[in-house]
């Protein structure tokens, strides 16, 4: 079942060891448009799609297609709190 492996279990506690242990207040990823599967763990996750990213931040040229423009996700300390007192 997705959700339930690796990646899943290994952001949650990269999750709880950054708003817990490190203090921030707000973590961010980035994504290619066209990576479904890390699209859908964030979300997962409880990342929120903040704006798209114009390419890749590392490549000196600008994306072929919009299916290799990233997408910048983040996740507030606060609103991981509300979800996971709701539970």
Do not use: K, W
């Amino acid at each position: 079942q997705r959700g339930e492996g690796f990646a899943a279990a290994a952001g949650r506690r990269v999750i709880r060891f950054a708003f817990s242990m490190l203090g921030l207040t707000e973590i961010g990823a980035e994504t290619l448009v066209r990576n479904h599967a890390s699209r859908a763990l964030l979300e997962a996750l409880g990342f929120s799609c903040a704006d798209p990213v114009l390419g890749d931040p590392a490549a000196a040229a600008p994306p072929v297609a919009d299916h290799d423009a990233c997408l910048r996700y983040t996740l507030r300390r606060h609103a991981r709190l509300r979800a996971t007192s709701a539970h």
